[in-house]
């Protein structure tokens, strides 16, 4: 099932996402939001670009070779290198931001079935993790307009 995604103008996207407790149905809301990934023709999806206000997101890693759902991320570490490239989102169609992000983030977060994983993103993962991670935070780009 497809998912519409939310316009920036949406106020859930503007809100701190609330962490998952109960993993029951995580699954199929992943499934959907990866579907709804494809459809879009994106990256990376969070739950709350599709209405839903959970730390969740689906991200498509590794020169799209690789889908992995992270649920309750936090951030343990990062490189001291950052880079600046232009990204787009699909909340905010046709809109191009630079953006300056690490090159290499660690996290921490659970997978589907609620146990806990250790990811390390580097280059182009770790713009999609941080970009997915910011809309977890009720961060969108265009929030960094004029901010470099």
Known sequence: MILPVRLFID???KKLTLPITDFTGVDKIAEQMISTMFEYRGIGLSANQVGLPLNLAVLHLENKSKIIVVANIIIKGYTKETDIQSEGCLSCPGVSIPIKRWLGVEIEAQNLKG?????RFVDYDARILQHEWDHICG???IDNIGKL
């Open 11 to 13: 106020p859930i996207l």
């Open 115 to 119: 146990e806990k994983v250790e990811y």
């Open 139 to 141: 961060r969108m780009i």
